[in-house]
């Protein structure tokens, strides 16, 4: 193990027109970020790459205003207030297009930035909860400088850096971000039980975190056999392994594994996958490559939506032209299940905002980007039901959308659909 280094010391090789990699959501490096913006008075146009990441986002303060640029590749909490300004933008792209960014040389990365395990007795570190598009970023940069963690679970799969690659390494104890999970509404319940009577015996899921993967999650403690191939999971898996649920035995690709590409969640979540080869992470090209994701059975992929028009077009990313998160791998795994083998891909969400406003709309909102096109479109669900719009017109799916939107909206919808395609 070479000698650690202050994380002030660390950043030093970072200079002036640098583009550095900071690693992804509970990795994030944040001894490394705070050094690093407390050196903004020596630095100038320095761009910041990155998924979204947790915790403080020191960089995109307009203070710093032409000696940080952020670049995102998927939109966090700590960086949205600063889009699109002088101080950050989005990179539209599929998650599974991510590390040929680096690979490929089209954003080339100066310094990565990195949370690592602790080494084992080989010399070699995990990438841990997040290997992403992380680890093309480290294996392509010029200089890697890494926190040498042990809260970072070591994790089986592609993530591992040897210790020799790294140019600076400082000593973290601060423990991963965690995620509290609030408990799933009765809307969200609903929309738990109905994607649950979508999934059969043997399916391999894909879902992410929040309300509702975690009320389907919930809701499968009848069903058998299932697998789990994802570009990530959180906390609510851990129980239906537990229960023998989940078994993976019918996957094609990685039989008996979970497949993820990053991880969020609690402690319980990092303790759970720490040196345990049944959990795999795998680098976002291959989580999210459509021909690996189609070869698994039954493949039941469940993604949200800010909105969705009445012919099925799926605005996931912006609340009109105002960028909120990002492609990410939507598009991957709905593609991936469509071409599976009696697989299903469903766009899930309340049907309505917090306020009251219809999340099934007549159009999308000026400026809204289309993530998931109508004609990708399967299986919509809310809690008012199931629609299916694959093979339907458009009027027939004007109607099927408007059986599951808010019921105070459905006079209006019902309205507009009449004057379209009367």
């Given at each position: ?82 889009m699109p300004t002088e101080m950050a933008d989005y990179i539209p792209i599929f998650l599974s297009d991510t590390p040929s960014l680096f690979r490929k040389g089209h954003m080339p990365v100066d310094v990565a930035m990195l949370t690592l395990s602790p080494p ?140 993820s590409t990053f991880l969020f969640g609690s402690r319980r979540l990092y303790d759970f996958v720490h040196d345990n080869p049944l959990v795999r992470m795998m680098e976002a090209s291959y989580t999210n490559d459509t021909a690996i994701i189609r070869k698994n ?126």
């Amino acid at each position: 193990m070479q000698q650690f280094v202050s994380a002030a010391e660390a950043v030093k090789v970072i200079q002036p027109g640098n583009r550095v990699f900071v690693h992804t959501a509970a990795a994030a490096p944040q001894l490394l970020v705070q050094a690093l913006t407390e050196r903004a008075a020596e630095l100038s146009k320095v761009e910041l790459i990155h998924l979204h990441t947790e915790g403080p986002a020191p960089y995109v303060d307009r203070k710093y205003a032409g000696t940080f640029f952020t670049n995102a590749l998927f939109i966090g909490g700590n960086v949205r207030a600063a889009m699109p300004t002088e101080m950050a933008d989005y990179i539209p792209i599929f998650l599974s297009d991510t590390p040929s960014l680096f690979r490929k040389g089209h954003m080339p990365v100066d310094v990565a930035m990195l949370t690592l395990s602790p080494p084992d007795r080989n010399g070699w570190c995990s990438l841990g909860v997040s290997v992403d598009c992380s680890l093309a970023a480290a294996q392509t940069a010029k200089y890697v400088i890494a926190e040498i963690n042990p809260n970072m679970p070591r994790t089986h799969g592609d993530g591992f850096i040897h210790i020799s690659r790294i140019h600076a390494a400082v000593k973290s104890e601060n423990p991963l971000f965690e995620i509290i999970h609030a408990d799933p509404s009765e809307a969200e319940i609903q929309i738990g039980q109905h994607i649950a009577d979508l999934v059969e015996d043997g399916a391999t899921l894909q879902m992410g975190i929040g309300s509702i993967p975690n009320a389907v999650l919930a809701a499968l403690g009848n069903h058998r056999r299932l697998g789990i191939h994802t570009e990530m999971f959180s906390d609510g898996v851990i129980d239906l392994v537990e229960k023998g649920i989940i078994t993976g035995e019918e996957k094609k690709r990685q039989t008996g594994i979970i497949t993820s590409t990053f991880l969020f969640g609690s402690r319980r979540l990092y303790d759970f996958v720490h040196d345990n080869p049944l959990v795999r992470m795998m680098e976002a090209s291959y989580t999210n490559d459509t021909a690996i994701i189609r070869k698994n059975p039954k493949v039941t992929a469940i993604n949200s939506a800010i909105e969705i028009d009445l012919t099925g077009q799926i605005c996931a990313d912006s609340i009109g032209s105002r960028m909120y998160s990002g492609v990410g791998g939507q598009m991957d795994f709905i593609r991936g299940a469509a071409l599976s083998d009696r697989g299903k891909p469903i766009i899930a969400m309340t049907a309505a905002t917090a306020k009251g406003q219809s999340k099934i709309v007549p159009f999308l909102k000026q400026g809204a980007g289309v993530v998931t096109t109508r004609a990708h479109v399967h299986y919509v669900v809310t809690e008012y039901g199931v629609a299916n719009l694959f093979g339907k017109n458009l009027p027939q799916r004007a109607k099927a959308l408007i059986d599951i939107a808010h019921p105070d909206a459905r006079e209006e919808l019902s309205k507009v659909a009449w004057e379209m395609w009367r």
